[in-house]
């Protein structure tokens, strides 16, 4: 039998197809993030995201941390969950990834802000203490007191 090398470019050749075909594939996995009313800003396991509405992407699987905190709104600490799919198992991943398409997999998480009553209670409590206070001052203002007397060299009237 006859020995056939395997040419250089052959081998660039295949490594090259094999690239294309590992970087064909994409999954894409976001949290949309939401809250009633927007602008709440938004912790996320502990790292401090932005504002709701906001997107952002992971790359594992489970429970994560999220805490949620707007002027004038009790802040909310709970948490959101992403569960696997079905491509994400052992085994489908791998064709998931390798597979010449895109997926698309984006969770969403909704969150409604109750209206914090203890700060309108303090508001009120600080209102109310500003008019007792405003209403304990005199009306009119006190008698300035009498000027004191001014030393003047011996000779010049009047302070001139």
Not at 43 to 65: H, K, M, S
Not at 69 to 93: C, H, I, K, N
Not at 114 to 139: I, T
Request: net charge negative; with cysteine.
């Amino acid at each position: 039998m006859r020995d056939r090398a395997v040419q250089p470019r052959t081998v660039g050749l295949a490594a090259l197809a094999l690239a294309a075909a590992c970087a064909s594939g994409c999954v894409r996995r976001e949290i949309e993030i939401t809250s009633e009313p927007p602008g709440a800003v938004l912790t996320l396991n502990g790292r401090e995201i932005g504002r709701t509405p906001a997107r952002v992407q992971f790359t594992f699987d489970g429970t994560y941390d999220v805490r949620l905190r707007l002027q004038g709104y009790e802040s909310v600490a709970g948490s959101g969950t992403t569960d696997m799919p079905v491509w994400d198992f052992v085994g489908a991943d791998l064709v998931a990834e390798l597979a010449p398409m895109r997926l698309q997999r984006l969770e969403r998480w909704h969150f409604i802000l109750v209206p914090d009553s203890d700060a309108n209670a303090g508001l009120m409590e600080r209102a109310e203490a500003a008019r007792r206070h405003v209403e304990a001052m005199p009306a009119e203002a006190p008698d300035a007191p009498a000027p004191r007397p001014v030393a003047t060299p011996e000779g010049v009237k009047d302070g001139r």
